[in-house]
Each structure stands twice: as structure tokens, then as C-alpha cells.
């Protein structure tokens, strides 16, 4: 299976997270506001680098401090639960990107 970029632009896959909820979840940390969700990226790309858009998933700005292994957020969630948590809600981001027609499988 291969993902097609039905846009041709990166930057929409971006923005297509503005005002969703949040799809990361972490118990205890997400705020459930979709006015601070954007495309978070879980860290992993190497210094100073992001990870494709496609690997991302739509989460809040506690999520996404979470995800970035932000000191401030506390959650109590190991390394692998958290990247699980990740995982999950990048699958359902791509759903939505798929239904909403930003990507499709060819």
C-alpha cells in the first residue's frame, strides 16, 4: 500500500489539524481543547529533524509536550505506552485525512 498526497502539499496536511480534537488522548494530560491541536510529531527523526507529516497525529498542546518529553508535563506513562498512545492516533489521524480526502491509498 502507498499513500498519494491528493493536495501535493505538505503544509496541508499541517493545517488540516487546526480546530480538531485531539487525537493523542493521554489520560491526565490532554486538554481537550481542538483551539491548541496541531500536527505533532513524535521525536524520533534525529537532532533538529521532523519526522514526515505523514507519521504525525492531530494532539493538543499538553499531548503534544507530552509526546515531545517535555519536563513540565508529568503523566506517568512509560516511553512505549506513550508511543503506543502516538501510534494509535496517527492511524486515526490518516483515517480522517483519507475520509476527508487529503490522502488516498493507491
Avoid at 45 to 54: E, P, R
Avoid at 73 to 96: C, P, Q, V, W
Wanted: hydrophobic share 35%.
Amino acid at each position: 500500500m502507498a499513500w498519494l498526497y491528493v493536495d501535493g502539499e505538505m503544509s496541508k496536511l499541517r493545517k488540516s489539524a487546526r480546530n480538531q480534537q485531539c487525537l493523542i488522548r493521554i489520560p491526565g494530560v490532554c486538554n481537550w481543547n481542538p483551539e491548541t491541536t496541531c500536527l505533532c510529531h513524535f521525536n524520533g527523526g534525529g537532532m533538529a529533524l521532523k519526522m514526515d507529516d505523514m507519521e504525525g497525529a492531530f494532539g493538543c498542546s499538553d499531548c503534544h509536550a507530552a509526546v515531545d518529553g517535555k519536563p513540565t508535563i508529568k503523566h506517568g506513562f512509560s516511553l512505549m505506552e506513550t508511543k503506543l498512545m502516538f501510534l494509535e492516533a496517527g492511524i486515526r489521524t490518516r483515517d480522517y485525512w483519507r475520509k476527508n480526502g487529503f490522502i488516498k491509498t493507491v
